[in-house]
C-alpha cells in the first residue's frame, strides 16, 4: 500500500483544482492518503533576507517531510495569466531554499484545471520542466479544459476526459508498486 500526499498549487478557498485532487483522492483503493488544503499553509513571500533572519517556518519543515515520506504526489496547478500562480511559486522556493531535491525519489501525478478551453496548460507545462529539477519524476498528467463545463456534482462529466483521468491514475498508481 503506497503513500500518496494530495494538493492543489493554490490557496483559493474556491479553488477548482484543489477539487479536481479531491475527486483524484475519492478514487483512491487500497492506498494511504493525506489531502491538503493549502488555505491552512500561508507562507510569506520567499525573501532571502527572511531566510537568514526568520529561518524556516514548523509547517514549510512539515510539509517537506510529508513530501519526502510518501511514495507518490498527486498535485494540480492552477493558472494565473499563463504561469504557476505566485502561491505555488512561492511554495516552490521555500520548499527548494529547504532541500533541493524535496521531491527527490518521488513519484508525481501532475494535474491541471481552469475554466478555459486550455486547462491551465501554461501553468502545466511551466511546472513539468520545474519539478524534475527539485527530483521528482512525473509519471503520469491529466489537464481537464473547460472545468464549469465538464465537472460537476464532484465528477467528470465528459467521458472522454472521465477516461482519460481514469487512464492516467492507473499509470501513476502501478508506478507506485
Do not use: C
Not at 3 to 16: D, M, P, Q
Not at 132 to 150: K, Q, W
Request: negative net charge; proline residues 3%.
Amino acid at each position: 500500500m503506497a503513500a500518496i500526499l494530495a494538493f492543489a498549487g493554490s490557496n483559493s478557498s474556491t479553488s477548482i483544482n484543489y477539487r479536481l485532487v479531491q475527486y483524484t483522492t475519492s478514487l483512491l483503493e487500497n492506498h494511504d492518503f493525506q489531502l491538503l488544503n493549502m488555505t491552512r499553509y500561508p507562507f510569506p513571500m520567499y525573501s532571502e533576507d527572511d531566510e537568514k533572519q526568520k529561518g524556516y517556518s514548523n509547517s514549510l519543515v512539515e510539509l517537506k517531510d510529508d513530501i519526502q515520506k510518501a511514495d507518490g504526489l498527486v498535485l494540480s496547478v492552477n493558472e494565473h495569466n499563463g504561469n504557476p500562480s505566485a502561491y505555488f511559486k512561492n511554495l516552490l522556493d521555500w520548499l527548494s531554499r529547504l532541500d533541493r531535491k524535496f521531491l527527490e525519489g518521488t513519484k508525481v501525478f501532475l494535474m491541471s484545471t481552469s475554466g478555459g478551453k486550455r486547462g491551465a496548460k501554461g501553468a502545466f507545462e511551466v511546472t513539468q520542466n520545474l519539478l524534475p529539477r527539485f527530483g521528482g519524476e512525473i509519471v503520469a498528467t491529466f489537464s481537464l479544459p473547460s472545468f464549469h463545463d465538464n465537472f460537476a456534482a464532484e465528477d467528470i462529466k465528459n467521458d472522454a476526459l472521465k477516461e482519460e483521468h481514469a487512464s492516467a491514475l492507473a499509470t501513476f498508481l502501478d508506478t507506485l508498486k
